[in-house]
């Protein structure tokens, strides 16, 4: 801002004197007030850019955690889902394994009761074959040899 006297000293220098100066330093004062008011104005047009720039950018922010958010409440949902199928994959395995060692254990059951019932059957024919023989011989040693194999 130029100050009065300087106005004056660059009005003399034109030439201009009394109302002549008077008016071309009120012109010069009217120029720098409007240059001040225009750069005002621009200042608050550029103040608001700047206010609508971060209020947007606040905005994404706030959209972008909204995101990150739900992203994670879904991945966590997910990873929850597959620790459940992971569970009953597992107690399913499990159950089958238990259902596997039972049948198992009939079936050795069932082979041992086999196994028991041929050796009763062959014992007993091996007995009947020895009283046979011992009806026949009538011997002492085979009556012994009964005992043993009963036993």
Known sequence: MASVQTLKELGEQMGS??????????EQ???????????REHDRIQQGKDDKFRLAQ???????????????????????ELREHQREKDEKDCEFEIERM????DK????????A????KASS??????????????????GHTRQRIGA
């Open 58 to 80: 606040m905005e994404r922010e706030r959209e972008e955690q909204k995101e990150q958010r739900e992203h994670e409440k879904e991945r966590e949902q997910s990873e929850k």
């Open 125 to 142: 024919e091996i007995g009947e074959d020895e009283e046979g023989e011992d009806n026949k011989e009538g011997s002492v040693a085979s």
């Open 102 to 105: 039972k049948f198992e254990r």
């Open 29 to 39: 004062q009217d120029l720098e007030r409007e240059g001040r008011n225009q750069q």
């Open 108 to 115: 050795m059951n069932f082979e041992l009761k086999m196994k």
């Open 117 to 120: 019932t041929e050796i009763k």
């Open 17 to 26: 004197k009394g109302t002549e100066m008077r008016d071309f330093r009120k």
